[in-house]
């Protein structure tokens, strides 16, 4: 049964790994495409804020690649250089992207508050699983994992996991929506192959939050027969 674990964690790195992999060969190739438009990033972030009224949100430049994030806490649009800087398809969708979760914010999007709330206790499950999963791997021979109390610790812990994976879905779905509507009603893409461009780009940076979500239940369906299996 440790060996069941192992394989699906082995089965969905590796699809998380091609599915990683295709979403930077496409943000490589969108990056080379220029945007008629002529806008950067940080200039297209600006305008999507304005178009909602929001003007309490700073964007700022962070280093490194596909680091863009918007964090609720400071209200802060943080976009990667080739980002802030570009004026490619790539950019205009990532920067409308994370812009639509500033509109999430100032909206009151249920899914992202509830997806904010959940962010300290995920990141002590996750803690905890890590060092659970390490111990049990290194300890197959003592049993670690067959112990009741152990694996029921587990699936709370997993459960928590997975439904922070699950509110997670809607809150990038939706907002690449709002990306998109933003790029297309306010021109900023200009023609069918710009469009499709981005929405291209964003789908596939939305398969890797699904392929984690799969990979989560999987893992919590894997605890929950095993825990069955062991009370029969």
């Not at 091609?18 to 496409?26: G, H, I, T």
């Amino acid at each position: 049964m440790n060996f069941s674990l192992l394989m699906i964690t082995i089965i969905f790195a590796l699809i998380g790994m091609v599915v990683s992999f295709v979403l930077k060969s496409k943000f490589s190739k969108y990056s080379r495409v220029p945007l008629r438009a002529g806008f950067s990033g940080k200039e297209i972030a600006d305008k999507m804020l304005r178009a909602h009224g929001i003007y309490d949100v700073s964007i700022t430049c962070v280093p490194g690649q596909l680091t863009d994030h918007y964090n609720p806490t400071d209200k802060t649009v943080n976009l990667s250089p080739e980002v802030y800087e570009g004026r490619s398809i790539a950019a205009a969708a990532v920067a409308a992207h994370e812009c639509g979760h500033a509109v999430q914010h100032a909206t009151a999007y249920s899914m992202l508050s509830m997806r904010s709330k959940l962010v300290p206790i995920v990141n002590f499950s996750n803690n905890i699983l890590h060092w659970v999963f390490m111990l049990g791997f290194l300890g197959m021979a003592f049993g670690m994992l067959n112990n009741y109390y152990v694996l029921v610790g587990i699936i709370v812990l997993q459960s928590i996991v997975t439904l922070f994976s699950l509110v997670t879905l809607p809150v990038e779905i939706d907002a690449s929506r709002r990306a998109l509507a933003f790029v297309e009603t306010s021109r900023i893409t200009q023609s069918e192959e710009e469009y499709h461009g981005a929405k291209d780009a964003l789908t596939w940076a939305g398969l890797t939050y699904f392929v984690a979500a799969l990979a989560s239940i999987a893992q919590l369906t894997y605890f929950i027969l095993r825990l069955n299996s062991r009370r029969s």
